[in-house]
């Protein structure tokens, strides 16, 4: 890893914050964050130094991102106080639960607000689905492309019997809109009950308007997170969510 002033300036030495079978390591040094690994892609600082720009979404500063020899990528970013709210949900009380809830829903109606005009990451790079694995493609000019681009997928016995169908039903003419595609508790980050930062941007992009709500059922766990999914979400898609979660079942990824 090179050299950083930043990094050296801030550094009593690194404290392991996260380490993870997804070929990430995560390493707290000071006031600085360090994320590397083969899973780590520089679109995700491009990502967060777009949001910091133009949106009021709290993200943490990108300092430097580089690529390094063994061809995996590095990002030097702000580590924000707080802890995850994984963390804290199972002990917040009703009330508090609501309050959390309405701030992300004024922070997904901000990152709304911005359109785009294709669909993929930013700065016109490729779309990902994530599911049990990543497919990755585009980007897109058309939603009807990345329609297709989501069947591609399926398995054989499902492409003969259900292409078809998933194709009159899986609708083109939605906006196109800033979105996280990841909005999960171990993302956001809570201090003084306040939410201080939303992290793990490598999903974002421009994408139909539908996918944050799609993708957040499939971050669910056993708590009762899902329960507040009407006061986190401006808007409810259920007929999109159903063709997702029958998608899903029968794609190889």
Known sequence: MKNLTIVDIQCDGPDIVFLSASRRTVLRRGNVVIKSGSSIRREEADTLRFVRQNTSVPVPEVYDDYPQS???HVIVMEYVEGEPLSELWPTLS???KLEISGQLREILGNLREKRGNYIGGIGGTAAVDSRKTTLVGGPFATEMQFNDFLQ???IKAAQRRFSST???VMTSTHKILLTHGDINP???IIHNRRITA???WENAGWYPEYWEYVKFFGALDDSDWETYTKHIFPQTYPQELVNDLLLGQLLRH
């Open 70 to 72: 063994d061809g995996t």
């Open 94 to 96: 009703n009330e508090e």
């Open 152 to 154: 591609s997928d399926l």
């Open 166 to 168: 998933f194709s009159k």
């Open 186 to 188: 171990r993302n956001i």
């Open 198 to 200: 939303v992290l793990d």
